[in-house]
């Protein structure tokens, strides 16, 4: 069994032990296995710290930058703690004193324990087979949008979840005033990895995630989709060649969290 699937297995086993309704609560999750946790204001130091002091751990989440202790970007927070406290590695490291480290839960972390802490909170909060018997056939911004609702996560979170389970054909980037932060798509587009554009200035006039990110007053609206092409989004991909299909785009705000394409077949 590979790492990964490890952190998979376990944290399903987990979200089972803890699943309510359609939801994971991390404050359950927490109380139940020992841990204690508060909620405070650190202004821009982390989104989240698990910290050990005397083999007893404390996970400090940050309201600053999460808005409010229920919020969907603070349970995907404290979810990815619970990872750095369930993985037997994580945690040893700490117990033996490895200087704790604030997390961000922004899905760009190149270090391998943030992403096996973010693996952790994606199958806890969006298992794989309960996303997958909740989900409709045909994934866009509105199912994302009511997935979201329905298991208490991010937008971001649940749209990567869709892509990497392909639950549908399906691409997906964040974007802030900084350009495209990430991308991840489902089989048939994961050839093409994250080699999408990452300058705004590439972008497709009228696109809906140009004017997405040029509306200095955009909520978290999705426009109605427009059509485009692959060649469009990924500088590899030649205009009119056989790889370059024809894609419906959609795009939601996220407000002060920038923007989130939704890149699905016409
Ligand atoms: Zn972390």
Redesign the pocket.
Known sequence: MSRNDEIEELAEFVAGEHWHGSQVDPCHVASGSGLTFSFGHYEDYFDGLLECRAHRFHVYLNIDRHGSDCSARMRFSFA??LG?FFLDWHRHALEHGIPA?G?SADFQSSLA??HE?DLFAANLLLPKDKLKAAAHRHIDAAEIQRLAVLFGTSLSATAIRCALLDLSSLIVMGWTAQGRRWCWSSARYRPFGNKAFKNISALVRDSNTWHALNSPYSTQIAAPAKGTTLSAWFPAINAGSLHDDVLLEECICLGRYGALTILRPY
């Open positions: 990815h703690e750095h480290h997390s324990i943030e802490a």
